[in-house]
């Protein structure tokens, strides 16, 4: 009798404690940290996406990875129902910081869990309550365990038709929708604007620029501000990647240090404003590059040897998840992920 006491008792025990691993969330409402478990990169990797970014999703019917990006065994969903079997559970922090969305209750000990944002740290607000939750980060950020930039420079040549200098009707265009006074970017513009012709374009000038005419309407322009709207580490968003390089104007960047900007954009592709000790020397070499046919063209060379992709749509970047998953730190917790986000 005593025995069988205690063999029950035994059991009882163990139970409990397979009860916390599984199902931490039960004792303590905010989530704890995973157990370690071993990769196995052959294996199916279930993706879930908790909820999609700003509320636009896409379809994830059939195998989207491999049939879109060449990544096999991934397998995508936004069926939160999916939970309690996704390997990895995606969270895009602009809905959790503003309360659209909430960390799930219950979480599986080997599950883990991404933080996602494309966003530059003064966008990322209450960070410190998810310290200790996140195993891995999605970010433009380089040194981000899943890195997904705006755009990447790749070698080959791109079929774009860049229209010569003579061609161009705009000197200096910019294109800005949220216009803020304290913001760098509008310092150099008020200055810049008194030694140079800037055409304006976007909601801030309410004159906007529908998605089919923003290209065209760029590519007519001698150089385009890729001013960005914060600069933190890394930040080089879809101004540069998109509306100058694809549009075929000489850029003229403002955000992280040149450095950042030459370990990621095509050679001699763009002109950066800390180069100069005023505005107004600024405003000199841009009229000297755009008078010297040679001078102007060689910011162009680039588009005979590179060529640039723009990431964008959100599923490719899901499916990055599993490209690096056998490479990605099983054990891994940002015990301070707003430190990391403001590192």
Request: with cysteine; net charge positive.
């Given at each position: ?5 205690a ?5 009882l025990?163990?139970?409990s ?29 279930s ?12 379809s ?44 799930p ?17 003064v ?40 229209q ?9 265009c ?18 810049l604007?008194?030694?140079i012709?800037?055409e304006?374009?976007g ?11 923003l ?5 007519k ?12 580490r ?24 040149r ?14 404003v ?33 060529s640039?992709?723009t ?12 490209a ?20």
């Amino acid at each position: 009798m005593i025995k069988s006491e205690a063999r029950l008792l035994c059991l009882l025990l163990l139970l409990s404690c397979l009860s916390l691993l599984l199902y931490p969330s039960l004792f303590d409402p905010k989530p704890g940290p995973p157990q370690p478990c071993p990769h196995t990169p052959q294996k199916n990797i279930s993706i879930l996406l908790w909820h999609w970014p700003f509320g636009q999703s896409y379809s994830l019917k059939g195998d989207k990875c491999l049939t879109a990006y060449n990544i096999s065994h991934c397998f995508l969903t936004d069926d939160t129902d999916a939970l309690p079997s996704a390997d990895v559970v995606v969270f895009h922090h602009q809905e959790l910081s503003r309360g659209a969305s909430a960390l799930p209750r219950h979480r599986s000990a080997w599950q883990r869990w991404v933080w996602m944002s494309l966003e530059p740290p003064v966008n990322n607000a209450n960070l410190r309550q998810l310290n200790g939750v996140f195993n891995w980060t999605m970010s433009y950020r380089r040194d981000a365990d899943i890195p997904v930039p705006y755009g990447v420079t790749v070698p080959g040549v791109q079929r774009l038709n860049v229209q010569a200098a003579t061609n161009r009707s705009y000197f200096a265009c910019w294109l800005v929708s949220k216009y803020r006074p304290s913001q760098a970017r509008a310092g150099v513009y008020q200055s810049l604007k008194r030694e140079i012709p800037i055409e304006v374009f976007g909601r801030w000038k309410k004159n906007p620029l529908p998605d089919h005419m923003l290209l065209p309407t760029i590519s007519k322009c001698l150089f385009y501000l890729a001013f960005e709207n914060s600069e933190a580490r890394d930040y080089i968003s879809e101004k540069l990647w998109r509306n100058a390089f694809q549009s075929g104007a000489i850029p003229v960047v403002l955000g992280p240090s040149r450095a950042t900007y030459e370990a990621v954009a095509p050679p001699h592709s763009f002109i950066h404003v800390s180069d100069f000790r005023s505005t107004a020397e600024l405003a000199t070499y841009l009229k000297h590059v755009a008078a010297d046919r040679q001078v102007y063209e060689g910011y162009l060379q680039w588009h005979h040897t590179h060529s640039i992709k723009t990431l964008t749509d959100w599923r490719e970047r899901l499916c990055q998840i599993c490209a690096r998953y056998p490479s990605l730190p099983a054990s891994k917790v940002y015990q301070d992920l707003e430190g990391w986000v403001h590192s």
